[in-house]
């Protein structure tokens, strides 16, 4: 693996039919105390009630950003339910912030190689982005930079991400794309959810049968300007490039009173890639014996570096 990750792998046995499945669509999002800032993320959640039993699975990975802002993020390697949802690489990212005069919060869900429903929908990358703005006198949200890539329904391939709530009839239900949920008095308080994809099923009765979300962002702030001295940061995250050239990123960077400079960086760009050709835990502690060697490579880069820790540790662990 070229980073730390969790694999999340959940089977549902023998799961032909899906009965008696009931979830939320929509949540509703009580805004905090004035200034303050909020921000969640997932890749992959759904509810479903097998042989009367209820099986919740979800959402995964799933961040939730502190009110007084920072960065959160996550990843897992992978999900499958059998019949519902599988997908390779799920991410997720929150950050925001406080200011004297404003506050903001951006959310990112990103979900690769999707097959909801063997196959009646499927994606190459599915993203998500909510970002939420507000400055005493005007708060925004949008969802820019969402993006669907390869996406294809029942074999049909949709090569451009839709607008907003999009839906589109399946058998049985439908496949709300970009779907985008907005909340606030646009003056000092605006929230944004976004669903990339929302399947949902239901029977002959009208009741659902299969409610499948991948990757959802939401953000939100709440702020009423009051000025205050304090030293400055940044937090942001966003996207980098179009179609399948494309980054995304979450920082949180700044002094905050006598600690001095800190700085939080996730970065992710599909065109490089970086290998661990090296790593010995030759005792303990590991400074001084411990060894890696890594190298990174990508369109006009070639970096590598190697030799023992001057600080830190690796740690072994066999089964």
């Not at 006198?137 to 993006?147: L, P, V």
């Not at 890696?292 to 690796?314: A, C, E, F, K, M």
Request: charged share 15%.
């Amino acid at each position: 693996m070229n980073q730390r990750m969790r694999q999340y792998v959940v089977s549902l046995a023998a799961m032909g039919l899906l009965v008696g499945v009931t979830m939320e669509s929509a949540r509703a999002w009580n805004f905090a105390p004035a200034n303050s800032v909020s921000g969640e993320a997932f890749g992959v959640s759904a509810k479903a009630s097998v042989s009367g039993a209820e099986v919740t699975v979800g959402p995964t990975p799933h961040v939730v950003l502190c009110p007084d802002g920072g960065m959160v993020s996550d990843r897992v390697a992978r999900i499958a339910v059998p019949n519902v949802a599988t997908s390779s690489t799920l991410e997720v990212v929150t950050t925001g912030s406080i200011g004297p005069n404003k506050a903001s919060a951006q959310s990112s869900a990103k979900v690769e190689g999707v097959n909801l429903l063997n196959g009646v929908v499927r994606a190459e990358a599915v993203v998500a982005m909510s970002t939420s703005t507000a400055d005493g006198s005007t708060a925004t949200s949008t969802g820019e930079g969402s993006t669907l890539i390869g996406l294809r329904i029942n074999g049909t391939p949709l090569d451009v991400t839709p607008p907003p709530n999009t839906t589109i009839p399946i058998p049985g239900g439908a496949v709300i794309l970009n779907e985008q949920i907005f909340e606030g008095d646009g003056v000092h308080t605006r929230a944004l959810t976004v669903n990339m994809i929302h399947v949902v099923l239901q029977d002959p009765l009208g009741a659902i049968t299969a409610d499948i979300i991948v990757s959802s962002a939401h953000s939100d702030v709440n702020f009423v300007p009051a000025p205050k001295a304090g030293n400055a940061f940044m937090t942001g995250g966003g996207k980098l490039g179009t179609d399948r050239d494309f980054a995304t990123f979450g920082l949180n960077a700044g002094s905050r009173g006598s600690g001095g400079l800190h700085g939080h960086l996730q970065y992710t760009d599909h065109g490089y890639s970086f290998t661990v050709n090296k790593a010995c835990d030759n005792g303990e502690p590991g400074v001084g014996v411990d060894f890696l060697d890594i190298s990174v490579s990508g369109p006009g880069v070639s970096y590598s570096r190697h030799g023992t820790l001057t600080g830190g540790n690796l740690q072994l662990h066999p089964e």
